[in-house]
């Protein structure tokens, strides 16, 4: 780069790398903290892209979103802007496991985010590609407090307000921040432009290094034919920083006028929309919606596939990265569950204001003829023409294992990252990652504690924790099955749970957190009152355990018992209750659930105290795992470089078994008591 | 690493054949080669290959003329041995005598004496068996009989281990499966995954109950069976109590009983264990005074496992019903819960039998001739050990926190079962599901528990 002779020079406290999903979320919790923040986009056309699926939400990334939102983020406000159709999916199910999806209109959603970056102050936006990060060694003799001299402390007020009681890790977040021997001190663009900053967010997506694959035909570009970030991963190497290579894909878009709706099945949105923001009005989601539709692969789809799988780039070995097992392309499905005999695919509009048709389900790195003759044979799309082929993309992206749980490198304070970068997959869990990121890279700057959700309290603490300790070997998708505790994590409470994290950093206000601790009171008040108000078998108690096919009480019973009772809701027995006090739906809604499932919700609440327990055993940072005696070989190496701060952290690394962790804390008990 | 040279006599001390002692740690090769001398009188164990035996005399490190035993020396080296550390054992004379200076000329030469169960504790520090065998070792050392030690060693050989390997894998094959439905309903059903998982629910539950009731067998075993006589006087409970105890005449112990605030008297009848309770109070009343020593030993059988009612069957012919059995069946009504068993004793005078409908098992006995004493062995057998024959490989739970983590696993267990009546929704049955899972894997140390160091360092006397 010296040779250029440009000599530009502007100051910003946050550079964002990339304007995704992560990206946007960043620069906004960034800026709207008060911080100068100045966001990097190849294109500007492309902020908020949604690349592949036209959906926002989904088993599991339905609770991302509200946590996001119960959090300040935007994604949540966002589509409930520019939805076209929505869903609560499982309803069927325990409430643990709702989640909300909301299928986009794509060009509306990247539309809205982008106004909404604009309209944001202390934010700049800026096309062009960063092609190099500057830093500077940590000089620890002189500098001993380091992270605390950048300036901030003593101006931000932030809302370190005393109701706010369960802070988070208010011990020992300096370690997060004593072990890096680099810091942040600006970027260089490609255009040789310096920017300083005291920060930097790295969520280059799919972008770094990327090639694009249809069968034998490669292309060096990002998603959608974009351009790809190619310089950004040497100077990050040279930081110490360890690249790998992943690869997801997405399915073709066809063009709507050339599908036969006639035989597909139509799936239409609910009848009455929830919206996924808690602030958004309900009432301002309920509109038109379009319908998605549901057809199938069948045989032929599957022989079709079989012969070409030589064809296939992963199949032939031409890529190198690894896929994600939990969204695999059609190849993998017909490999994988060889005695399917099909596979669901749903065709879902891109937009309003477009025909194109997103086959979701068929996701293919196959070549173009190949692909055309496959979906050829999926009924409804017999004479389909293709507007975009399906492809993969293969990028850099980084093991998360650099990172703290505050999604800082552990190797350079300042240097932060989120999203596909860090080896997710899935727009919500990039988004949730950007939050956290923008949210401590302010609180770097700012000299406080970096906010960390745990795994009891959030799918976000989930996402971020299996990103960081576990061995990932393909692109991480946030499933409900990976929450430990979900029936206390529901969509439903996100905002009972973390709206007092959203208020505490700064990015939630006043109002709306006295909101939540006098809802919570009402709740409390309210479970209560079911518990201690009882009702006896009079006949006006018969009669409507009778009109809801109940059976008839011998004795006096609390109305919170007979909650219990599958068929009997909150709703229907008021007419037994009159006592009832008035009361909101998002209060009774709550009310219903922990009564009635107050004792899987005890049990949960035991687990949880199990694994509080093992978080707060901290090990100490100047811990030297080679005076521990008896550790095997693997665990001394994974201790030693993953250098984990509690004893429950230690136990999820790959690599440390159970019995490591008692050596562990029977090498901690004895050195406390010496 | 943490490892100060240890040594102990690694086998009973007494006037037996071979004597062991182990020494076990980093020095452990350099200070038995300091008191070690081959045939040819030179120190030879420096650099031996691991897993060798050597011939030669231990000697008085001062006098190396002087002779201590003659003996053989096997050398283990770390990590394969049974502390994964390095492991000499000297095989000598079996004399306690000889023993005992051979263990001193060890410590002598810069060993230091291991304290119980400290072997254990390395070779549980190290890696080389799991809580539940570590655990069992420590069974073994303070084990009682031959019974108690045979499960002991059956647990220590990775039975328990196993066993609840089998069932937590099984367990998590299911949660496996709700979980994977719950992400990809698609591809996995949970059609008539319900009816499925209520059977193994069954077989599970009755795997667990099978390893509690062997606890309370393992605990008799372990500890012995707490058994108290009552009879009136000149019921025969003395010379009941002689034939106990001349039967075999290993009194092993006399403990003040700490929670029983009793005297007990252990004694072996093949491979039972009783602990006879009071049995001091039983001979002085028999001793001094004409009057039924029921109060007092109403107290004792408070604490009993079994009440062996003796009862003088001699009376049975002259007397009515009522005076062979006073007091006999309202203190059988006052202990119910106790197992009991009926001695009709002195059966060589009358064979005469009362027409009683006791509540226990009668037994024809007498004191005097031995007649039915081997019955009530094999009844006391019955009771107490069923299902776990002494020569068969049954597996035993005979530690207290292993029993306790049963339990919670089987609550748990039952939590599931209830879900499924109820028609909960799958997802809730991971919950408990998941409880069941990990308390059974806190037997085997397989999931952390909260109180593992705590439990660590009490059990092995850690951080002295």
Known sequence: ?674 | MNSETIAAISTALSESGIGIIRVSGSEAVDIVNKIFVSPGGRHILKDVASHTIHYGFIVDPRDESIHIDECLVSVMLSPRSFTAEDVVEINCHGGVFVVKKVLSTVLSAGARLAEPGEFSKRAFLNGRLDLSEAEAVMDVISSKSDSSLKASLNQLSGNISSKIRDIRKDILYNIAFIESALDDPEHISLDGFSEKLYGLLEVWLSEIDKLIRSNDSGRFLREGIGTVLLGKPNAGKSSVMNLLLGEDRAIVTDIAGTTRDTLEEYIRLDDIGLNLIDTAGIRDTDNAVEQIGVERARKAAENADLIIYVVDNSEADSCNVSDVTIGYLDIMKEFSDKKGIVLLNKIDISRDLPDIDFPYPVIEFSAKTGEGFERLKETISDMFYSGIKNDSDEIVITNMRHRQCLEESRNSLINVRNSLDNDMEEDFLSIDLMDAYSSLGKIIGEDIDDDLATEIFSKFCLGK
């Open chain 1, 1 to 674: 780069m010296d040779v250029l002779k440009n000599t530009l020079c502007e100051n910003y406290d946050v550079v964002v790398i990339g304007a995704g999903h992560a990206g946007c979320e960043a620069a906004l919790a960034c800026a709207r903290l008060g911080l100068e923040t100045i966001i990097f986009t190849v294109s500007v056309d492309s902020i908020a892209l949604m690349p592949c699926n036209p959906n926002i939400g989904g088993s599991s990334k339905g609770h991302l979103v509200r946590e996001i939102d119960a959090l300040g983020g935007e994604m949540g406000k966002n589509i409930d802007k520019t939805f076209i159709q929505s869903k609560m999916l499982n309803v069927s199910k325990g409430p643990a496991v709702h989640s909300l999806r909301a299928q986009a209109d794509k060009q509306d959603y990247a539309r809205s985010m982008r106004k909404v970056l604009e309209s944001q102050e202390h934010l700049t936006i800026k096309q062009g590609e960063v092609c190099e990060i500057l830093w500077e060694n940590i000089d620890k003799n002189t500098d001993p407090n380091s992270i605390l001299t950048n300036g901030y402390s003593d101006e931000f007020s932030g809302n370190s307000d005393e109701k706010v009681t369960n802070g988070y890790n208010s011990d020992n977040g300096i370690s997060y921040y004593s072990s890096a021997e680099k810091r942040i001190i600006g970027v260089r663009s490609y255009t040789g432009t310096t920017y300083k900053c005291k920060s930097v967010i790295i969520c280059t997506g799919t972008y770094l290094n990327a090639r694009c694959l249809c069968g034998e035909a490669i292309t060096y570009t990002g998603p959608n034919g974009l351009q790809a970030a190619t310089h950004l991963s040497d100077s990050l190497k040279a930081m110490g920083i360890d690249l790998r290579r992943f690869k997801t894909g997405t399915p073709a878009r066809m063009d709507g006028k050339t599908i036969d709706y006639s035989k597909l099945s139509e799936q239409k949105g609910d009848e009455r929309v929830i919206p996924f923001s808690f602030s958004t009005d309900p009432e301002s989601v309920q509109k038109e919606q379009v319908s998605c539709w549901l057809t199938y692969t069948n045989e032929e789809t599957h022989n079709i596939i079989r012969a070409n799988l030589d064809r296939s780039p992963i199949y032939a070995g031409i890529i190198e990265g690894t896929g994600p097992r939990y969204c695999p392309s059609i190849e993998d499905k017909v490999v994988k569950f060889s005695d399917k005999d099909r596979h669901q695919v749903f065709l879902e509009p891109e937009g309003l204001y477009t025909d194109e048709v997103y086959v979701d389900g068929m996701s293919s790195s196959l070549p173009e003829d190949v692909q055309q003759a496959m979906y050829r044979t999926v009924p409804g799309l017999e004479n389909c023409r293709i507007v975009r082929n399906a492809y993969a993309i293969e990028y850099d992206c980084i093991n998360a294992k650099q990172l703290f749980n505050s999604l800082q490198f552990k190797n350079v304070n300042g240097l932060f990252a989120a999203g596909q970068f860090n080896g997710s997959s899935g727009y919500e869990e990039a988004a949730a990652q950007g939050l956290i990121a923008g949210i401590n890279a302010s609180m770097y700057i700012l000299g406080r504690e970096p906010l960390v959700l745990d795994r009891s309290e959030s799918y976000i603490g989930v996402l971020i924790d299996d990103l960081v300790t576990k061995d990932n070997r393909e692109p991480y998708r946030m499933m409900t099955s990976k929450a430990e505790y979900r029936l206390l994590l529901r969509q439903d409470n996100a905002d009972l749970r973390l709206r007092k994290y959203g208020y505490k950093v700064g990015l939630i206000s006043r109002e709306t957190f006295d909101e939540i601790c006098e809802r919570e009171k009402l709740i409390a008040a309210e479970v209560d009152r079911l518990k201690n108000t009882f009702v006896g078998a009079s006949k006006e108690v018969l009669t409507f355990l009778e009109s809801v096919g109940s059976t008839p009480l011998t004795t006096g019973v609390s109305l919170a018992s007979l909650l219990g009772r599958p068929e009997i809701t909150y709703e229907n027995m008021s007419v037994i209750d009159k006592g009832r006090p008035v009361l909101d739906k998002r209060v009774t809604d709550q009310v219903e659930i922990e009564v009635r499932y107050e004792g899987y919700i005890e049990r949960q609440k035991k687990q949880v105290e199990h694994f509080k327990k093992m978080e707060t055993r901290k090990i100490p940072a100047d811990i030297d795992y080679d005076e521990v005696p008896s550790l095997r070989i693997e665990a001394r190496q994974k201790l030693k470089e993953f250098k984990p701060l509690s004893i429950g952290q230690a136990s999820r690394l790959s690599g440390v078994s159970p019995a490591d962790v008692s050596v562990l804390l029977i090498y901690l008990e004895k050195r406390n008591t010496h």
